[in-house]
């Protein structure tokens, strides 16, 4: 009998167990207009229970046990949500609408007609949560959809949506990109960013894959202060794509001109309430318009995104990149270093050179037939390695205050050997050809960077007056060592029209040295936006920088004045307080003007030696903005102006020993940066970005006074239009067109009295078609429409010329 009780027992409760209902929460957040608001944390009170919202502003909570729940829903420039839901069913389906904080950050969504309404872009080096209206600085943020809608490839072509930034070069054929911005070249120094971590240094690496970006933020002046050590100019922090609590994705081919391929999946999964991931995977093999070069480009991206707690996110993301393709130093031949022949004076032989005055001139017969000429031998190769990974934690501490923290970590390795380098090619000409006597080169490096910043910000009122400030905190590694290799003069001969020469085979090096450089920083910064009034914000900083670093070269050989087994050390440190202030006064919620100081340093990281023989601290830039942010008609029309003052000093000849450097001034810029966008009709946006810079260096110095820096041009203009038809028989069809026009620039400065190449202006468009139809779109686009001839020069050694036009088709399904 008690164990037909004791059973009676169990089954009652085995189906009262499993006979609870179980209940599911779906719906979506909304802003106060009915946009969408995507990473919106949605959570269960009293549980652990709790997704963040998807792009397109839904989430789905399931397995809740209780018909009626408390939940609390919340967003960073909006005011939290607490709501007691009744589930009367299996499946309740709810929308929430979360009302914005007038004095914290308004993020948008960022959909076609407000990409370049930069007012109102959510910047991630902005941890102070105030508008970038409020802040006395400017900023750019080039949204996803902007990036997809114009099919951009490189960060290049993103740039030419950003006013103030200029390609500088592209890296010896495309091996890499490096910019210039406000008239100073970002080259060599570390500031590109990836979610606000440095990676990367050395131009040699390779171009960062778009598919991994969420957005682009271009911050210029000081207004990346919480990053370290940044340039002056400005400073390119790309946003990589985050996963959502959604499983969807999207798969793409990419076919174009010569060959090019380009596959692409991007796919997110839902792995629970609390755990999502993303991939991204790439191949880019193509053939090129510059005979027998060819690229292979693989890469890799996953990201994890944890809800450790109603008010914690943790995110985890790392990337792998290969990156093979030949060095292309492009056709570098001037006239004034084309050998013509010899002459003897006074048992001295001396060669005479086609050219033997004014400035270089590209040699005459170089004309858009032989812009696919390849140079190199046929062994030339260049393959690099990256990987990243970055985490990243933010906590909502309480009403007021919000930590963040992120680490990163950059491994790079390349190694090249080529030949065709112009700044060791001899020319001599014969006959009709060019005889051209190349140098074998080779050489291996690896660089590991390491970075970590902590960030706390926080709300308070001090004399009824409200206060934002960050306390920030970073620390900054990197690691170089470098393999060198003893170069091979006179390796072999070709000629510049005669393509049958016979070309040597690679062979063997010897290693010269081992580069070993190093270098540490640690900076503390405080940062306060105090609102004297509803109208009037003063933003005041001042970041302490404390750096140290040295570099070893180890001699396996006599080489250069030094002899094997010698190893030359040098040592440098240093301390620097760089402070910052500006103005921003506010005459509607979308209408204000601004005025800012900005101290930068710059570290004597190449140890010139001052008058006394010790080495010289570091030198500092000084940098004045007035602007205006404008919108008008409820965002129809967007305006941004910018006048910026940059003085930047540098090491200049001492006056009493030429051999030896003191501070002296460097280069002084003027410049002028404008921003306009409408969307004066359903369905059409313009946009438009000027610049002028007006930059010379100053006495003393390497370069000739009153000179223009390298590849700065004086005037640039961008634009962008877009036209979707939204109804008739072109409904799902939109139209685009859009390109930059570049000034004359310089392709080397006037170094030790040269006369340098001047690059004429140009002007490039690019336009496509777009077709969208369900979760299925095309792009065709066309690059070059205008089949521009121009090239891309660093000084003497690299002249490359740009793309011809090129055709791409896109086809994309989303699922």
């Given at each position: 009998?008690?164990?037909?009780?004791?059973?009676?027992?169990?089954?009652?409760?085995?189906?009262?167990?499993?006979?609870?209902k179980?209940?599911?929460?779906?719906?979506?957040?909304?802003?106060?207009?009915?946009?969408?608001?995507?990473?919106?944390?949605?959570?269960?009170?009293?549980?652990?229970?709790?997704?963040?919202?998807?792009?397109?502003?839904?989430?789905?909570?399931?397995?809740?046990?209780?018909?009626?729940?408390?939940?609390?829903?919340?967003?960073?420039?909006?005011?939290?949500?607490?709501?007691?839901?009744?589930?009367?069913?299996?499946?309740?389906?709810?929308?929430?609408?979360?009302?914005?904080?007038?004095?914290?950050?308004?993020?948008?969504?960022?959909?076609?007609?407000?990409q370049?309404h930069?007012?109102?872009?959510?910047?991630?080096?902005?941890?102070?949560?105030?508008?970038?209206?409020?802040?006395?600085?400017?900023?750019?943020?080039?949204?996803?959809?902007?990036?997809?809608?114009?099919?951009?490839?490189?960060?290049?072509?993103?740039?030419?949506?950003?006013?103030?930034?200029?390609?500088?070069?592209?890296?010896?054929?495309?091996?890499?990109?490096?910019?210039?911005?406000?008239?100073?070249?970002?080259?060599?120094?570390?500031?590109?960013?990836?979610?606000?971590?440095?990676?990367?240094?050395?131009?040699?690496?390779?171009?960062?894959?778009i598919?991994?970006?969420?957005?682009?933020?271009?911050?210029?002046?000081?207004?990346?202060?919480?990053?370290g050590?940044?340039?002056?100019?400005?400073?390119?922090?790309?946003?990589?794509?985050?996963?959502?609590?959604?499983?969807?994705?999207?798969?793409?081919?990419?076919?174009?001109?010569?060959?090019?391929?380009?596959?692409?999946?991007?796919?997110?999964?839902?792995?629970?309430?609390?755990?999502?991931?993303?991939?991204?995977?790439?191949?880019?093999?193509?053939?090129?318009?510059?005979?027998?070069?060819?690229?292979?480009?693989?890469?890799?991206?996953?990201?994890?995104?944890?809800?450790?707690?109603?008010?914690?996110?943790?995110?985890?993301?790392?990337?792998?990149l290969?990156?093979?393709?030949?060095?292309?130093?492009?056709?570098?031949?001037?006239e004034?270093?084309?050998?013509?022949?010899?002459?003897?004076n006074?048992?001295?032989?001396?060669?005479?050179?086609?050219?033997q005055?004014?400035?270089?001139?590209?040699y005459?017969?170089?004309?858009?037939d032989?812009?696919?000429?390849?140079?190199?031998s046929?062994?030339?190769?260049?393959?690099?390695?990256?990987?990243?990974?970055?985490?990243?934690?933010?906590?909502?501490?309480?009403?007021?205050?919000?930590?963040?923290?992120?680490?990163?970590?950059?491994?790079?390795?390349?190694?090249?050997?080529?030949?065709?380098?112009?700044?060791?090619?001899?020319?001599?000409?014969?006959?009709?050809?060019?005889?051209?006597?190349?140098?074998?080169?080779?050489?291996?490096?690896?660089?590991?960077?390491?970075?970590?910043?902590a960030?706390?910000?926080?709300?308070?009122?001090v004399?009824?007056?409200?206060?934002?400030?960050?306390?920030?905190?970073d620390?900054?590694?990197?690691?170089?060592?470098?393999?060198?290799?003893?170069?091979?003069?006179?390796?072999?001969?070709?000629?510049?029209?005669?393509?049958?020469?016979?070309?040597?085979?690679?062979?063997?090096?010897?290693?010269?040295?081992?580069?070993?450089?190093?270098?540490?920083?640690?900076?503390?910064?405080?940062?306060?936006?105090?609102?004297?009034?509803?109208?009037?914000?003063?933003?005041?900083?001042?970041?302490?920088?404390?750096?140290?670093?040295?570099?070893?070269?180890?001699?396996?050989?006599?080489?250069?004045?030094?002899?094997?087994?010698?190893?030359?050390?040098?040592?440098?440190?240093?301390?620097?307080?760089?402070?910052?202030?500006?103005?921003?006064?506010?005459?509607?919620?979308?209408?204000?003007?601004?005025?800012?100081?900005?101290?930068?340093?710059?570290?004597?990281?190449?140890?010139?030696?001052?008058?006394?023989d010790?080495?010289?601290?570091?030198?500092?830039?000084?940098?004045?903005?007035?602007?205006?942010?404008?919108?008008?008609?409820?965002?129809?029309?967007?305006?941004?102006?910018?006048?910026?003052?940059?003085?930047?000093?540098?090491?200049?000849?001492?006056?009493?020993?030429?051999?030896?450097?003191?501070?002296?001034?460097?280069?002084?810029?003027?410049?002028?940066?404008?921003?306009?966008?409408?969307?004066?009709?359903?369905?059409?946006?313009?946009?438009?970005?000027?610049?002028?810079?007006?930059?010379?260096?100053?006495?003393?110095?390497?370069?000739?006074?009153?000179?223009r820096?390298?590849?700065?041009?004086?005037?640039?203009?961008?634009?962008?239009?877009?036209?979707?038809?939204?109804?008739?028989?072109?409904?799902?069809?939109?139209?685009?067109?859009?390109?930059?026009?570049?000034?004359?620039?310089?392709?080397?400065?006037?170094?030790?009295?040269?006369?340098?190449y001047?690059?004429?202006?140009?002007m490039?468009?690019?336009?496509?078609?777009?077709?969208?139809?369900?979760?299925?779109?095309?792009?065709?686009?066309?690059?070059?429409?205008?089949?521009?001839?121009?090239?891309?020069?660093?000084?003497?050694?690299?002249?490359?010329?740009?793309?011809?036009?090129?055709?791409?088709?896109?086809?994309?399904?989303?699922?």
């Amino acid at each position: 009998m008690k164990g037909i009780y004791f059973f009676t027992l169990m089954l009652f409760i085995t189906s009262v167990m499993y006979g609870q209902k179980s209940y599911t929460l779906k719906g979506k957040v909304l802003g106060n207009h009915g946009a969408p608001i995507e990473n919106a944390s949605v959570f269960i009170t009293k549980t652990n229970k709790g997704v963040y919202t998807n792009t397109n502003g839904e989430f789905s909570l399931s397995a809740i046990k209780n018909s009626k729940i408390d939940i609390v829903i919340s967003k960073v420039g909006y005011y939290k949500l607490k709501q007691t839901v009744s589930l009367l069913s299996e499946v309740t389906t709810r929308n929430f609408v979360l009302k914005v904080k007038t004095e914290d950050l308004n993020e948008v969504v960022v959909d076609a007609s407000l990409q370049m309404h930069k007012n109102k872009m959510s910047v991630t080096s902005n941890r102070l949560g105030a508008k970038p209206i409020d802040m006395p600085n400017s900023s750019d943020v080039i949204g996803k959809a902007l990036l997809e809608e114009q099919q951009v490839l490189t960060l290049g072509e993103a740039m030419q949506n950003v006013s103030g930034i200029y390609q500088f070069n592209q890296g010896y054929g495309g091996v890499s990109e490096t910019f210039g911005a406000r008239g100073l070249s970002q080259r060599y120094l570390g500031f590109m960013f990836r979610d606000g971590i440095r990676f990367g240094t050395n131009q040699y690496l390779s171009v960062p894959e778009i598919q991994a970006f969420e957005k682009v933020e271009v911050l210029k002046g000081g207004s990346a202060i919480n990053f370290g050590q940044i340039s002056p100019g400005a400073t390119i922090n790309y946003v990589t794509k985050k996963p959502f609590f959604e499983t969807k994705g999207s798969v793409a081919l990419r076919y174009g001109s010569y060959d090019f391929i380009k596959p692409i999946l991007d796919v997110n999964f839902k792995l629970s309430d609390k755990l999502a991931f993303r991939y991204v995977s790439t191949a880019e093999i193509a053939n090129s318009f510059r005979e027998t070069v060819k690229s292979r480009r693989y890469f890799n991206y996953a990201a994890f995104r944890y809800l450790a707690s109603e008010n914690t996110t943790i995110d985890l993301n790392l990337e792998h990149l290969k990156d093979e393709r030949p060095f292309d130093f492009g056709l570098p031949i001037f006239e004034d270093r084309i050998i013509t022949g010899y002459t003897t004076n006074g048992g001295e032989t001396t060669p005479v050179y086609l050219q033997q005055s004014g400035r270089q001139r590209l040699y005459s017969k170089i004309t858009k037939d032989l812009r696919g000429r390849f140079l190199g031998s046929p062994f030339n190769n260049r393959t690099a390695n990256q990987f990243n990974s970055n985490l990243i934690v933010n906590s909502k501490l309480n009403e007021n205050w919000n930590f963040r923290f992120v680490g990163g970590a950059s491994i790079s390795e390349y190694d090249f050997v080529r030949t065709g380098s112009g700044f060791y090619n001899k020319y001599e000409l014969e006959g009709d050809d060019i005889k051209i006597t190349r140098m074998l080169e080779k050489q291996a490096m690896q660089e590991d960077v390491f970075g970590m910043q902590a960030n706390l910000t926080g709300d308070f009122a001090v004399l009824g007056m409200k206060n934002k400030m960050s306390f920030s905190v970073d620390y900054d590694n990197r690691n170089q060592q470098t393999d060198f290799y003893a170069p091979v003069p006179n390796f072999d001969v070709i000629y510049l029209f005669n393509q049958n020469t016979p070309q040597r085979e690679l062979i063997d090096q010897d290693k010269t040295y081992l580069g070993d450089s190093r270098y540490q920083g640690f900076g503390v910064a405080v940062q306060n936006l105090l609102s004297i009034t509803e109208q009037l914000n003063l933003l005041a900083s001042v970041r302490m920088d404390v750096i140290d670093g040295n570099t070893k070269n180890t001699y396996l050989q006599d080489y250069r004045g030094n002899s094997q087994g010698d190893v030359v050390n040098r040592e440098y440190d240093d301390i620097a307080f760089t402070p910052a202030v500006g103005l921003t006064y506010k005459f509607t919620d979308s209408n204000a003007i601004f005025a800012s100081y900005t101290n930068s340093f710059n570290p004597n990281s190449r140890f010139r030696l001052g008058e006394d023989d010790q080495i010289l601290p570091s030198f500092f830039t000084n940098q004045f903005e007035i602007g205006t942010k404008n919108s008008f008609l409820k965002d129809k029309i967007t305006t941004n102006a910018t006048y910026f003052i940059i003085n930047d000093n540098g090491y200049i000849t001492s006056p009493t020993r030429p051999e030896r450097f003191v501070i002296g001034p460097g280069t002084k810029i003027r410049g002028l940066e404008f921003d306009f966008s409408t969307t004066p009709v359903d369905g059409l946006l313009i946009s438009a970005n000027y610049t002028y810079t007006d930059a010379k260096y100053g006495a003393g110095g390497f370069f000739k006074e009153g000179t223009r820096p390298q590849q700065t041009p004086m005037h640039q203009l961008g634009f962008w239009s877009q036209y979707k038809f939204n109804r008739g028989v072109l409904k799902n069809f939109s139209v685009n067109l859009g390109g930059q026009y570049t000034g004359e620039r310089l392709g080397n400065d006037f170094y030790r009295g040269n006369n340098p190449y001047v690059q004429e202006a140009y002007m490039l468009l690019n336009t496509g078609v777009t077709y969208q139809y369900k979760a299925f779109d095309v792009n065709l686009r066309v690059s070059n429409l205008l089949d521009e001839f121009t090239f891309f020069a660093y000084r003497y050694g690299s002249v490359n010329p740009i793309a011809p036009r090129q055709f791409s088709i896109v086809t994309r399904y989303k699922f």
